[in-house]
């Protein structure tokens, strides 16, 4: 059974746990949320000017609007503020800063009508994170940066939290990936011809939930959790936040939420960064994740 929460005054320990088990935490924005959106649409409304950047698809040109946002996510991405404001989330969510890692922040495009789907606005069909080499202990912090609708939102299927579903995963490296495909992003205008796991029977992707909330309202989720970026048709760009945390004591014992249909190779683990002082998480701990993944390594 999925169950979502709003608000809840679990600490982290305990929140962890059920995110583990399959629930969803929902929180109204924080200071450093808020922080962290007006800082992203800044930079945004800067880099669109004089249009706006929700409507700009509608008068530029694809190839442009791509150009726009090659320069404009790594930015934004790898920008230190960026970084001392996900400290500021975390910290405001009860998080243990010396022991929560925390991956940069990515921001996402969903434009609408299939303006742009592929590269670097792609369109997520339903995965689980943990097909991508995702620990399974990992947790996904979403956030949009304006408001959202049921037509541009995200859609979770949570029917598949235990339900396997036939998969691409094995055929995904994450050091292969990163070497050859992640920096060709901004070349996939029209169609995107990198090899991402998928699934290889068809998805039922209803019954599904879209939640909606405030600039800056915080969805957390699992990595195993199955999700997808919704076919946009509200004529609105979306721009969204998305980060990913892992806890070191999870990480050490390898606790996460059961993988249930993942056969990936490699681990995204070196990614992370210990929220305390941004020093990256210690390789001899990479090394152990850093093998062909396992079904069913672990439970909660
Ligand atoms: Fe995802």
Redesign the pocket.
Known sequence: MNAIYFDSTFNDDIRRKNLYNGQIFVFSPSASAIALCEFASGMIEEAFAPLDPREAQHSLPVEKYVEILAKLKPTFIHHPESKKLIQGILKESGCDLTKTYFDVPRLRTATSDDYLTAGIAYA?HP?R?TWYSAPTCQI?WWLPIYDITPENAMAFHPHYWSQPIQNSSREYDYAQWNKESRKNAAQHIKTDTRKQPRAEEPVESEPQLRLITKIGGMILFSAAQM?STVPNTSGYTRFSIDFRTVHFDDVMAKQGAANIDSACTGTSLGDFLRSSDFCPISESLVAVYDTPALISISNS
Do not use: A
């Open positions: 997520f995965h994170d996904n999700h």
